[in-house]
């Protein structure tokens, strides 16, 4: 089956800017994981969607974003792009949002000049 | 927040010794600890997983194990091949949540 496809693979912004992220899930699969890893911070959690509605979220400032379609496809936004937002975007899906039934994505790569 | 807290220290190892990646975190909470390993340019990819009520769990060529007591978590790779050179991280979550807090990663490089 399909695994979880993020688009696009690499993206270069300059501040101020902004961006959206795109992830698809494996099919079947209704829970959206966004996390960004940075070489400083590791991986940190941004929000989870599940069926459309955002059920948890991390600390990151408003200007990330997200939302998830009825079809469980699921996009991210950062608005007003920083310098520190460059990192690895990553999604996961899993069937019901539980992180041990994650299947990550192979990310986005994100540049901020 | 409480964070699972690993070095980001790098391992060599010859191919066909056993490697052992550690980690230490700090929430008792957690009933789940999950390795996964990241390969350049992919995402984490699920090694193996083990619930807060067993200390051992064994995959193919991977052992994890688990002690409470001391919040500590440990991957051993059998025969280590050039293939399971990665950068290897802990995670844990409480299932009553759908959130993993990661540590930062090992680096591990298998010479031939």
């Known amino acids: 089956k399909a695994g979880v496809t993020q688009t696009p693979r690499y993206l270069i912004k300059t501040r101020g800017q902004q961006v959206t992220l795109s992830c698809s899930p494996i099919s079947g699969h209704r829970s959206v994981s966004w996390y960004q890893q940075t070489p400083g911070q590791g991986l940190q959690f941004l929000f989870e969607y599940f069926s459309e509605t955002q059920r948890n979220k991390g600390n990151f400032p408003g200007r990330f974003s997200g939302r998830q379609f009825s079809n469980s496809r699921s996009e991210m936004n950062v608005s007003t792009l920083e310098l520190g937002d460059s990192a690895l975007y990553l999604c996961?899906?899993?069937?019901?949002?539980?992180?041990?039934?994650?299947?990550f994505g192979s990310g986005t790569r994100l540049t901020v000049v | 927040g409480e964070s699972v807290g690993l070095h980001l220290p790098t391992l060599s190892v010859q191919e066909g010794d056993n490697s052992i990646i550690n980690c230490a975190y700090s929430?008792?909470?957690?009933?789940?600890f999950i390795w996964y390993k990241q390969e350049s340019g992919k995402g984490p990819q699920f090694i193996i997983d083990?619930?807060?009520?067993?200390d051992k769990r064994q995959g193919q060529r991977v052992t994890v194990l688990l002690n409470k007591t001391v919040k500590h978590l440990s991957l051993q790779i059998a025969a280590t091949q050039p293939g399971d050179s990665a950068v290897y991280f802990c995670?844990?979550?409480?299932?009553?949540?759908?959130?993993?807090?990661f540590g930062k990663g090992t680096m591990l490089l298998v010479s031939p």
């Open positions: 996961a899906s899993s069937l019901t949002g539980q992180g041990y039934g994650y299947t």
């Open positions: 929430n008792s909470a957690s009933d789940y």
């Open positions: 995670s844990y979550g409480d299932s009553g949540y759908s959130t993993l807090t």
């Open positions: 083990i619930r807060s009520n067993m």
